[in-house]
């Protein structure tokens, strides 16, 4: 049972290391889109912060943004 165990332990850690070294690759992939929409003038920390916003759900993407309005007053900024 122990040598099964053994096995199953042994193909667990492989296929995290797989995943790890893909993610790498894939990490690499969006480092080298990035620095081509630098290099054709975008604002890659705009960009960022973009896709953050698209990740979110409308409703809390609302929030979020009636909230920092909100600050922006407060500060005389907006």
Same mark, same amino acid.
């Given at each position: 049972?122990?040598?099964? !165990?053994? &096995? %199953?332990? %042994? +193909?667990?850690?492989?296929?995290?290391?797989? +995943?790890?070294?893909?993610?790498?690759?894939?990490? &690499?992939?969006?480092?080298? =889109? @990035?620095?081509?929409?630098?290099? =054709?003038?975008?604002? !890659?920390?705009?960009? $960022?912060? =973009?896709? %953050?916003? $698209?990740?979110?759900?409308?409703?809390?993407?609302?929030?979020?943004? !009636?909230?920092?309005? !909100? @600050?922006?007053?407060? +500060?005389?900024?907006?």
């Amino acid at each position: 049972m122990a040598e099964a !165990t053994d &096995d %199953r332990l %042994r +193909l667990l850690i492989e296929r995290i290391e797989r +995943l790890e070294e893909e993610k790498k690759g894939i990490a &690499d992939d969006i480092r080298d =889109v @990035y620095a081509e929409a630098k290099a =054709v003038g975008y604002d !890659t920390k705009i960009m $960022r912060q =973009v896709i %953050r916003l $698209r990740k979110m759900k409308p409703d809390e993407r609302s929030e979020q943004e !009636t909230i920092l309005d !909100t @600050y922006k007053a407060a +500060l005389g900024m907006g």
